[in-house]
């Protein structure tokens, strides 16, 4: 038995130092990052320029694959076939990691046993935005109107289960009000929408809607931050524009890798990555799109997407919203 547990010790620090070893090589051929996003999308774009900077870091051609369409499922489903040493990674936002396993019964992939989530690339904030010539001044305008027209007031996004669908329909059910949601093909069609008043209100970032905002078109009347985003100081959060209080949503973009990756090798994966997204252009590449960086631990973010997942599900469930 002392032999034995000797044996195992020693099998078990050679484990540890082939593990560490491994790392300080990886990688040791070229890194292909799968993405969901088409090219020229802002997640996509910040992905092109990670890419670039950890090709120089780690020696080896680091190669962005656009895989758009079918919901994402198209680059999952080539993730999930590719190298699962560290070589293959992918880019993946909220919808596809706390929101999805609500809006489908059935996924093709499985949140938490496909992938091995290393860091947050950014994070983005939304304003409520309405029309240059609206009625509505605050969160609290809209939110007294739909009480007292249920079911007459509309906002609008892209599709089901984007967080702007999402955050519109969390106003709804922290207010307890019932609103409209009207579907685009585009996103340029939905905030034009806003400008015109075909649409009450919709939520937008600074890529999405910040053009139309910037030409006098739409008006932002506040934030869906815990504070002032730095851009606009004048403009109020949610609950300072008369909307409830602690209400927040926001978007965001990791990488993640295979399950089962050992630790010593997507430790480093992180650190390169997190020491890449801290380099002065990687920030100012990021408030050119209005996002900003989401330092966290491992553990940390994980526990934030459980968070975000628990959320969703209760929105997705009083909106009756599904996908299937």
């Not at 009083?318 to 996908?323: E, M």
């Amino acid at each position: 038995m002392i032999k034995l547990s000797r044996l195992l010790a020693i099998g078990l620090v050679a484990a540890g130092l082939s593990a560490a070893a491994h790392a300080q090589t990886f990688p040791t051929k070229p890194v292909r990052i799968l993405t969901p996003f088409p090219a020229g999308a802002g997640p996509e774009a910040v992905l092109r320029m990670l890419a670039e900077k950890l090709q120089k870091k780690w020696g080896q051609p680091v190669i962005v694959e656009n895989k758009p369409g079918a919901n994402g499922f198209i680059a999952i489903d080539a993730f999930k076939r590719g190298d699962t040493s560290g070589h293959d990674l992918i880019q993946l936002d909220n919808v596809h990691l706390a929101a999805y396993p609500h809006l489908f019964k059935k996924l093709p992939y499985d949140a938490a046993k496909d992938f091995d989530v290393l860091t947050p690339l950014f994070r983005t904030y939304f304003f409520v935005g309405v029309g240059a010539g609206s009625k509505y001044k605050t969160v609290g305008d809209i939110v007294a109107d739909a009480k007292a027209n249920p079911a007459k007031l509309n906002y609008g996004s892209w599709s089901v289960g984007n967080p702007v669908h999402l955050g519109s329909a969390l106003l709804e059910a922290t207010t307890n009000t019932e609103m409209r949601h009207i579907i685009y093909k585009e996103t340029s069609l939905l905030y034009a929408g806003v400008a015109t008043g075909e649409l009450h209100f919709a939520l937008g970032t600074l890529a999405t809607a910040g053009p139309l905002q910037r030409a006098g078109k739409i008006r932002f009347i506040a934030v869906t931050a815990p504070k002032r985003h730095s851009a606009f100081p004048d403009v109020p959060t949610v609950a300072e524009s008369g909307g409830p209080a602690g209400y927040e949503m926001t978007g965001w973009t990791t990488i993640a890798a295979p399950k089962g990756l050992p630790k010593a090798v997507a430790d480093k994966i992180q650190q390169d990555i997190d020491a890449a997204l801290a380099e002065p252009d990687m920030k100012e590449r990021f408030s050119t799109f209005g996002y900003e960086a989401f330092p966290t631990t491992r553990e940390q973010f994980n526990a934030f997407i459980g968070a975000e997942s628990a959320k969703y599900a209760e929105v997705i469930k009083r909106a009756k919203a599904s996908l299937d």
